[in-house]
């Protein structure tokens, strides 16, 4: 059997308009209120921001891929060596001002290193969208002090 790539794919329904989702996902202070902590600018193709999370004292490298209005937002970050594409899909959830967030994270080998990337950024996707929807939804950041534990 071949050693076949690795990749991550998360989604939730999420009951706000595309055009409100996808705002919360380009703009920093937006997305500051639910993921990261700072940015040097918002979402645009072809833009290299550095992000800031709140929990941890580094900074992480994004090169903004295609951006399609309401629908896709893609882009590039580091990882070690390696740079991962992550795409987020929008499209229409089962009832009207509703979208369905798809997230979809590009590859690894099939093997130690891979499956530890898989296990890792699958809950960290998983994490994100229970926080974009919290976020959206009712306000609340639920990213607040939840990764205290995990620093000194």
Not at 59 to 71: A, C, F, H, L, M
Not at 108 to 133: P, R, V
Request: glycine share 8%.
């Amino acid at each position: 059997m071949e050693n076949q790539k690795l990749e991550i794919k998360a989604g939730i329904q999420i009951l706000k308009p595309a055009k409100e989702v996808f705002e919360a996902i380009v703009d920093p202070e937006k997305m500051s209120n639910y993921f990261i902590s700072e940015s040097n600018g918002r979402m645009e193709e072809g833009k290299q921001l550095t992000w800031k999370f709140p929990e941890f004292d580094e900074e992480s490298p994004v090169r903004v891929g295609k951006i399609e209005k309401n629908q896709y937002i893609s882009f590039y970050w580091g990882m070690e060596d390696q740079e991962m594409l992550v795409e987020i899909a929008l499209r229409p959830g089962k009832s009207e001002d509703t979208t369905v967030v798809t997230i979809t994270e590009k590859e690894m080998e099939n093997n130690e290193a891979g499956i530890k990337w898989l296990q890792g950024n699958t809950e960290g996707w998983a994490n994100f969208l229970a926080c974009l929807k919290a976020y959206l939804e009712y306000g609340i950041n639920l990213r607040k002090g939840a990764f205290d534990h995990l620093t000194p």
